[in-house]
């Protein structure tokens, strides 16, 4: 089944403690992108890939960090979770960056900081 | 720049009536646009999307969306809605050569039995 995985689902941590989202899909998509969601705010992109070792910044990229070293996988790094970071954060991926291409999503990752 | 309004938070309709949900947008070029919906503890789904030609695209679960160039909208309709099709819906847009996809903040949809 195509689709769009992210573990964990759900996560609690303290300020400061590093932490790791994975990503991953399984459809051979190019781009991945890293999103979160917040009430009134609606989706605001924090990183994207175009492919493989190519990373950008979105909208909110501050206190966070990617990378994509293969081409299935685009884990989000917190190095240092501060409570603003609290929020529902979403994986995407589509075929390609740019034109008509929709987005695939992940499940969703609720990440509370304390 | 890039951006996308949907005016309402919340739209409430009755079960068999027709349904709207309105995004308008503003770009500086040629725009894709795309509707997502999502179901309570789930992720987003794609819906339709417009990239060029016809102006009326129809997409998933009867869903069909209206491209206005001249008003910059691209409004979500369904003849009939169902309590099903209760959920938070997303607008978003795309200009050509662009990387990034700005999404609104999001209709709340209920279907009122």
């Known amino acids: ?9 759900y996560l609690i941590t303290v300020t400061g403690k590093k932490l790791t989202v994975t990503c991953s899909q399984n459809m051979n998509h190019e781009y991945m992108s890293w999103y979160r969601q917040d009430p009134g705010l609606g989706l605001r992109q924090i990183y994207y890939s175009m492919n493989v070792e190519v990373t950008d910044k979105g909208d909110v990229p501050e206190g966070y960090k990617v990378s994509r ?5 685009f884990p989000l790094i917190l190095e240092s979770p501060s409570p603003n970071q609290t929020s529902l954060y979403f994986c995407a991926s589509s075929l ?11 499940p969703g990752t ?3 900081v304390t | ?10 739209v409430n309709v009755a079960e068999g009536n027709p349904l709207t949900v309105k995004c308008t947008y503003s770009v ?16 987003l789904q794609f819906l339709l999307k417009y990239i060029t030609g016809d102006n009326l695209v129809k997409g998933s679960y009867g869903f069909e969306a209206e491209f206005n160039k001249s008003q910059t909208s691209f409004h979500l309709k369904k003849p009939s809605a169902l309590v099903s099709d209760s959920a938070l819906y997303f607008c978003a847009v ?3 050569g662009a990387n990034n996809l700005f999404f609104g ?6 279907v009122i039995p």
């Open chain 1, 96 to 106: 390609h960056g740019q034109g008509g291409y929709e987005q695939y999503f992940g």
């Open chain 1, 69 to 73: 070293k293969e081409k299935r996988n």
């Open chain 2, 28 to 43: 500086s070029g040629n725009p894709y646009l795309f509707w997502y919906v999502q179901y309570p503890n789930r992720g």
């Open chain 2, 105 to 110: 903040t999001g209709t709340r949809l209920t």
């Open chain 2, 1 to 10: 720049a890039q951006s996308v309004a949907q005016p309402e938070d919340q």
């Open chain 1, 1 to 9: 089944e195509a689709q769009v995985t992210q573990n964990p689902r």
């Open chain 1, 110 to 112: 609720r990440l509370t």
């Open chain 2, 94 to 96: 795309r200009i050509t």
